[in-house]
């Protein structure tokens, strides 16, 4: 017995030192500049997931947007493209006033046709795993001073 708790011991130590020795670093996101395209693909299960007509996703930036981006985009939504059954490409070109940052997959929805009318439904980030994309874009903004405002006369 006294030899198989040492055993026991031992593995226990030396699955320790393996863990701590190897990294453990995440993986960073791929990133996107403006006119390339975000592609993900989704594939979908279950007994009606044949009926999945579109998807559709949408990201959005986890940081605030820095103030030489004030007012561009912080979120993107996907286009969509059946590739096989219950498989679907969504993607996104990034544009021109995409803000910098990263951003993570929030949602994604589907439309079923069921006979002549589409029932939507909508998966949240604890349906599907994490995702995340980083985007840079060089383009910034200097926001223009307001010189001058008059009222006009009357016409």
């Known amino acids: 017995m006294r030899i198989v708790r040492q055993l026991v011991f031992y593995s226990g130590v030396l699955l320790g030192l393996m863990f701590s020795a190897s990294p453990n670093k995440a993986q960073e996101p791929t990133t996107y500049h403006p006119g390339e395209t975000i ?12 009926k999945i007509v579109t998807a559709n996703t949408y990201s959005e930036l986890k940081s605030l947007v820095k103030p030489e981006q004030a007012g561009f985009q912080a979120g993107f939504g996907s286009n969509s493209n059946k590739t096989a059954p219950n498989t679907f490409e969504l993607s996104f070109k990034v544009p021109d006033n995409q803000a910098t940052g990263d951003y993570v997959l929030t949602q994604i929805s589907a439309n079923l046709q069921i006979g002549d009318s589409r029932v939507g439904v909508v998966y949240g980030p604890m349906d599907f795993p994490a995702l995340k994309f980083r985007i840079e874009n060089p383009n910034t ?3 223009p001073a307001i010189k001058n405002v008059t009222v006009l006369p009357k016409s």
């Open 39 to 50: 592609r993900v693909s989704v594939v979908f299960e279950g007994p009606d997931a044949d």
């Open 141 to 143: 903004i200097k926001k």
